[in-house]
Each structure stands twice: as structure tokens, then as C-alpha cells.
Nanobody, 124 residues
Framework: VQLQASGGGLVQAGASLRLSCAAS????????LAWFRQVQGQEREFVAA???????HYADAVKGRFTISRDNAKNKVYLQMDSLKPEDTALYYC???????????????????WGQGTQVTVSS
């Protein structure tokens, strides 16, 4: 599976962005799909995940502002980010895994497939 993330950019605080992640090589319809983010020098941080059942999970820091969704027909996962804050600035990665258990959904070391990252910068 190859993942390609896109949609990052430079925006002002309060603005919105929509990240996309397109997959090739295998259908993601049975995979758990997630977004993580990383600031240079810090650990990769869980943002959101969506399971094959379409149940969603969010980090507390983004709950109510970010929405993860998937389009199995297009083999894509999205992250709608609203009310962006400067502290959301990071490199955002999409990830996929076909066998992850619910209790591990926020652990980056449990995901087998990763995109290359797309930069989101929020200015104050």
C-alpha cells in the first residue's frame, strides 16, 4: 500500500484546511485509517482515526474542530480541520493498518503503512 497525503498549507488562525490521503496498491475499505502529526524534535502525535465500521476517534486537542472521513470508493481518507490554532502547526501524516486493535489506535508504532506527510502551518 502506498499513501500520498496532500492539502497542507499556510493559513491564519481560525481558518480551515482539508487534508486528503490517497491510497494505491490495495483497497483500504477494511483498514483503520488515521492521521498523526509531528513537530520537529517531538514525538509523532495521534490526531484522529476512522475504522472500517466508520467509527471515529479523536485526540482531545482536536475534538470538535477536526473531522475524519473516508471514501472507500475513491480509496481516500480526509481530515477536515476547522478553527485552526497556531499549536496545530505540524507535519501531518496519514497512516493505515489492517489489523490494529482499538486499544492501540493512537499508537504510531502499530500502523504498517504511512504517507509522506504534508505541512500545515497556522499563523497567529
Amino acid at each position: 500500500v502506498q499513501l500520498q497525503a496532500s492539502g497542507g498549507g499556510l493559513v491564519q488562525a481560525g481558518a480551515s484546511l482539508r487534508l486528503s490521503c490517497a491510497a494505491s496498491g490495495r483497497s483500504l475499505s477494511r483498514a483503520t485509517l488515521a492521521w498523526f502529526r509531528q513537530v520537529q524534535g517531538q514525538e509523532r502525535e495521534f490526531v484522529a482515526a476512522i475504522r472500517s465500521s466508520r467509527s471515529t476517534h479523536y485526540a482531545d486537542a482536536v475534538k470538535g474542530r477536526f473531522t475524519i472521513s473516508r471514501d472507500n470508493a475513491k480509496n481516500k481518507v480526509y481530515l477536515q480541520m476547522d478553527s485552526l490554532k497556531p499549536e496545530d502547526t505540524a507535519l501531518y501524516y496519514c497512516a493505515a493498518d489492517f489489523s490494529i486493535i482499538l486499544s492501540s489506535i493512537g499508537r504510531p508504532d502499530q500502523y504498517d503503512f504511512w504517507g509522506q506527510g504534508t505541512q500545515v502551518t497556522v499563523s497567529s
